[in-house]
């Protein structure tokens, strides 16, 4: 069955600080997720759905259409989407601009993330975490990312930009000491898979 196209990007970016509908901040370090993919996902396997939606799969990577390179500035992804309705309306509604945003949904690790405070802020700086599925959404669940439908878009200044920042991120936040307050006063994050929109670009092949 022929595909209607793929869509492809980073899903993730390292080393940026996000405002997490303003109880928290969080930075995710390179390599996060590398334990994760080499025992293949999150129980097995990662997905690429339609805003979150496990009805309407867009591609699976234990099937082999749905491909994840974990690289130092962030998590690339590339999914060849079904000849359904649903592949079809998602590559009309991201070439369109209608859908203009990525997310992913994740599980953190026991001992994966560490809690301190920098700046009045609480911050949750994850270095381990399994990794559930990406998702294009049209209303990220924090806060909107920068998503472009032009493919063969010359990217390799943000590139440069992102891989940057998340080496820093790493020499600043690796060996931080853990605050047990401030993990008390965000325990129920701690438990739970979660959803995050972090600035990221979506592209249409």
């Not at 439908?149 to 590139?159: C, Y």
């Not at 936040?173 to 972090?198: E, T």
Request: proline share 4%; glycine share 8%.
């Amino acid at each position: 069955m022929k595909s209607p196209g793929a869509l492809s990007g980073t899903a993730v970016v390292y080393g940026a600080k996000d405002d997490i509908a303003g109880m928290f901040k969080e930075v995710w370090l390179p390599g996060a997720f590398k334990r994760s993919l080499a025992r293949g996902g999150y129980r097995g396997d990662v997905m690429a759905l339609w805003s979150h939606d496990m009805s309407q799969p867009l591609g699976r990577r234990s099937a082999g259409t749905l491909v994840i390179s974990d690289r130092t500035e962030g998590l690339d992804f590339t999914v060849e989407l079904p000849d359904t309705q649903v592949g079809r309306d998602a590559r009309t509604s991201v070439l369109r601009g209608d859908v203009n945003g990525m997310s992913f949904a994740f599980q953190v690790a026991e001992g994966g993330d560490t809690w301190s405070r920098e700046d009045g802020w609480d911050l949750r700086v994850v270095h381990r975490a399994e990794l559930i599925e990406v998702s294009p959404v049209s209303i990220p669940a924090f806060r909107a990312t920068s998503v472009s439908a032009r493919s063969g878009r010359d990217r390799s200044a943000e590139l440069l930009r992102a891989k940057r920042h998340a080496i820093q991120a790493a020499e600043v936040y690796a060996d931080l000491r853990d605050d047990p307050r401030a993990r008390d006063r965000h325990r129920s994050q701690c438990a739970r898979p979660c959803r995050r929109a972090v600035p990221a670009v979506l592209e249409v092949a």
